[in-house]
């Protein structure tokens, strides 16, 4: 089976959010975007001016626990080590990941605040579990639930085993991570399963350099998030794959996904789609160089015509096999410059109040 990686941004935001663009937007080149990141992601000592004071206070009174399978760390399962941290945790906990599989489901409550997960890049640790929406709701069918604020995961594995849905078993999506607080960043991280694999719920978020693989809908929610430099793989198999699900049922919800690469098999077809009760679902595609996995039409109004008039799917300076906008929707547009502003910066998420590098071998911020 051969496969094709292609560049791409998929952009679903509200266009009328009073968003304020105070960054360096995002480059086209991919090769500058480590650069671009460098620029606009300093390392903690030269922001603390102008940071969140919450980030400020966390920062300065960091600590760290070690958690190891075979029992030569604080701790030995993950759970235990969040059960360790306080309620109303104030100060950045980093638990440092030894190598393995962690075989446990973990939720981390709305109350513990400023959780960093830590793991070697050259021997990722893998957080792994077989729920499913038959046992726990597709939303807590997670490995890894989030529902506290300023949560980081740096080369992190997150896994869910269950079976891929046959369309025989009821309730077998499973996802492998819900991220459901505010100011979250995920370095280097790779998010494994089939249907709804990644619940990017709600709250602002950062992606870097991670990979999300699944089946339908594999990303999916009401998150307001920046996936940078990161790919997205369609597992082969469907006659037809949808990447994204938008949460959306308001007209003015702040939310939307912007993502960076998509990859999958160069015969498949693949789309995204959003809410159908949304009168404006704004969409796009921006920076990118587009094979034949797309599909020619581009976006799907999940078999609800009705919404046509008032969706807006639109792209950006796109390239290759895939990107002929002639092919496309009546009911998606090619935007200007100063549409797609807005949504190509980390002022779509706020980033520069909260946003640092990722955490170091030494559990600092990148300097």
């Known amino acids: 089976m051969s496969y094709v990686a292609v560049e791409v941004f998929f952009v679903t935001a509200l266009l009328v959010l009073p968003i304020v663009v105070s960054d360096e937007l995002i480059p086209a080149d991919k090769s500058q975007i480590n650069n671009w990141f460098n620029r606009n992601v300093g390392p903690f000592a030269s922001r603390e001016g102008s940071l969140d004071p919450a980030v400020v206070e966390a920062e300065r009174n960091a600590t760290v626990v070690n958690v190891r399978i075979d029992g030569s ?40 605040h400023f959780i960093t997960l830590y793991g070697d890049p050259k021997n990722m640790p893998v957080m792994v579990f077989d729920g499913t929406a038959a046992q726990y709701g597709t939303l807590e069918s997670a490995t890894l639930s989030v529902e506290s604020n300023y949560f980081s995961a740096v080369n992190v594995n997150f896994v869910n ?72 793989h369609v597992i082969p198999g469907d006659a037809m794959s949808f990447i994204t699900a938008s949460a959306r049922s308001k007209h003015d919800e702040p939310n939307g ?62 390239e290759g096999l895939g990107a002929d906008p002639s092919t496309r929707v009546t009911f998606a547009k090619q935007l200007s410059d100063a549409e797609v502003t807005p949504f190509i910066s980390l002022a779509y998420i706020e980033g520069s109040k909260w946003l640092l590098p990722p955490a170091t071998p030494d559990y600092t911020p990148r300097v």
């Not at 399962?77 to 973990?106: F, H, L």
């Not at 891929?164 to 819900?178: F, I, T």
């Not at 797309?294 to 046509?308: K, L, V």
């Open 73 to 112: 760390g604080n701790f030995k399962t993950i759970t235990d080590a969040i059960n360790s941290i306080p309620k109303d945790n104030k100060q950045r906990v980093i638990i440092s990941m030894g190598p393995g599989n962690y075989t446990e489901k973990v939720k981390i409550e709305r109350d513990k």
């Open 257 to 318: 996904y912007i993502f960076c690469t998509l990859q999958g098999d160069r015969h498949r077809w693949s789309s995204v789609h959003g809410p159908v009760l949304v009168p404006l679902q704004p969409g796009g595609l921006a920076y990118s160089q587009l094979s034949e996995a797309i599909n020619a039409e581009g976006w799907s109004n999940n078999r609800h015509p009705d919404t046509n008039s008032t969706v807006y799917f639109g792209e950006y300076h796109n």
């Open 161 to 232: 085993s269950a079976p891929r849905p046959d369309g025989v078993r009821e309730l077998a999506q499973a996802a492998a991570m819900k991220i459901a607080g505010e100011y979250a960043s995920f370095y280097n991280c790779k998010f494994h399963g089939f249907q709804d694999t990644l619940c990017d719920d709600k709250g602002k978020h950062f992606f870097k350099d991670c990979y999300i693989e699944g089946t339908v809908d594999f990303i999916f929610g009401s998150g307001q998030s920046l996936y940078l430099n990161s790919e997205v």
